[in-house]
């Protein structure tokens, strides 16, 4: 089984030596994302829901890139900066994700650079 790389330009591009996406057989498995505005590369400031919002978008335009949609995404990892966002973070992720129910693992850890208070990777099934 051979894997392939997975790029869009609907999301950021990769700022370091990994790529957007992974797919191989009928996973996917995506690079955790950021609130970074894929056309200007430059984080999206604002409250933890504006950026949660801009990290979902990034996600689904991977995913959609794989084959992929927010239904067939079984796992998500979603990482805050400070467990005090998770109700303002929960709201956007159920809006993009809540009908599908992954499962899912939300833990806090230091911001990933460049310092966002947010981001989430997701393993799908196409």
Do not use: H, W
Request: glycine fraction near 6%; charged fraction near 15%; hydrophobic fraction near 50%.
């Amino acid at each position: 089984m051979q894997k392939e790389v997975i790029n869009t330009n609907q999301a950021p591009a990769a700022i370091g030596p990994y790529v957007q996406a992974t797919r191989l057989g009928d996973l996917v498995f995506t690079s955790g994302q950021i609130p970074l505005d894929p056309t200007t590369m430059e984080l999206v400031t604002g409250a933890v829901d504006v950026q949660a919002e801009q990290v979902m978008k990034n996600l689904l335009a991977i995913l959609e890139a794989a084959g992929a949609t927010a239904q067939t995404v079984v796992k998500t990892t979603c990482f805050l900066k400070n467990m005090e966002d998770f109700a303002a973070f929960n709201g956007v992720y159920a809006k993009y994700l809540g009908e599908a129910a992954p499962a899912r693992s939300c833990v806090e850890v230091p911001p990933p650079p460049p310092a966002a208070p947010v981001a989430v990777a997701a393993i799908a099934y196409v």
